[in-house]
């Protein structure tokens, strides 16, 4: 036997016992079953007979079988990539949990039993923060859940006036947007018998007027769950810039194209949620790429959902905290891959 036939012989053994041992532990899909079962058999069939994958090979105007062999090894390493590269996500994913149980249980757990509950990310926001809360509160708005996203400036103690009216929840380690997001809404799905759900930022690029107006259009259409204020309708007003119009613009045929729904905005963090429609938007993915996600469940659980007009108002602040264009391509990337490999 050659030496290429004895260390293709041994990783044989070793794919078999390894395809056995994670069988038994109920790990396999369908997909990993069929792969390893495939590439096992073919280990096997090379080894013993390496003649016959020869002469197979001719019969399909192949000289080299090794190259074959070496594309397909290629090929069988990148989906090992992948599978990796899932289990590093699911990881993510279990430390997110632990870190949203820890701020929920460590909260005060205040039930909550007004129309609408305000829902505020901050994460090292001290300079805008207090102001953005107390134009809220100015307008007799009582509930605010504000998650603390491990801010490592003054932040906390800039809200500690309004520690009596909030309720504030930590995170033990900054996790993103998204995680700050489904942190709230797994609060309110535990705690709240509020109708509505508002995000709202802490920058102050959010107008409380805007707010204002959703109770006249919620009479006008109570059978939408979900309002989405968009920045590009005919009544809407904003001083966005032209450069990322043009990045917007295209993340829209973007959205229609994976998600088949068609918006004039598609992320704009200003929404009106109804709370019992929580149970059926429940965010996976990390950073500043939830706000696809959400629009993805919308229309995959045939969502009710309408765009309302919103006033934006940019500051110099906001501004510096845009996310590089570059973004948009990663935040694709991602969206392909939670839409067909996750």
């Keep these: 036997m050659k030496l290429i036939e004895i260390f293709f012989f041994i990783s044989w053994i070793v794919i078999l016992i390894s395809s056995y041992d994670v069988a038994k532990r109920k790990k396999f899909n369908a997909l990993h079953f069929l792969v390893f079962i495939a590439f096992w058999a073919w280990l096997l069939l090379f080894t013993v007979f ?3 994958i020869s002469y197979i090979w001719n019969l399909f105007w192949i000289q080299r079988w090794i190259d074959v062999f070496v594309y397909s090894s290629i090929i069988f390493l990148v989906y090992f990539v992948l599978i990796l590269l899932r289990k590093v996500e699911i990881n993510k994913e279990n430390i997110t949990n632990i870190i949203r149980w820890n701020a929920i249980n460590n909260s005060s757990k205040k039930k909550i039993f007004w129309e609408e509950v305000f829902i505020i990310p901050v ?18 708005y009582k509930n605010i859940i504000l998650i603390n996203d491990w801010s490592d400036d003054n932040t906390i103690d800039k809200l500690k006036k309004y520690w009596n009216n909030l309720i504030l929840l930590n995170h033990d380690i900054n996790r993103g947007q998204w995680a700050a ?3 709230w809404f797994e609060y309110v799905r535990r705690y709240s018998e509020a109708n509505y759900v508002i995000t709202f930022d ?5 107008s409380i007027e805007d707010v204002k107006k959703f109770k006249k259009i919620i009479k006008e259409n109570k059978n939408v ?12 007003r904003s001083n966005i810039s032209f450069h990322k119009i ?3 613009r295209l993340w829209i045929l973007f959205t229609f194209f994976l998600s088949k729904i068609h918006l004039t905005d598609t992320h704009n963090w200003f929404r009106v949620i109804k709370a019992k429609t929580l149970n059926k938007i429940k965010i996976t993915i990390d950073w500043m790429w939830h706000a696809s996600e959400i629009i993805d469940i919308i229309a995959k659980e045939n969502i009710m959902y309408k765009e309302v007009p919103v006033h934006i108002k940019y500051t110099e602040y906001s501004i510096k905290k845009w996310q590089k264009w570059i973004n948009a391509i990663n935040i694709a990337l991602r969206m392909i891959w939670n839409k067909f490999f996750k």
């Design 181 to 183: 997001i489904e942190t």
């Design 246 to 248: 043009i990045i917007l």
């Design 225 to 236: 769950d979900v309002f989405l204020w968009s920045r590009f309708l005919r009544e809407s």
């Design 123 to 140: 994460y090292n926001e001290w300079t805008v923060v207090s102001k953005v809360i107390k134009e809220i509160f100015d307008n007799n």
């Design 50 to 52: 390496p003649n016959i």
């Design 202 to 206: 802490s920058d102050g690029q959010h």
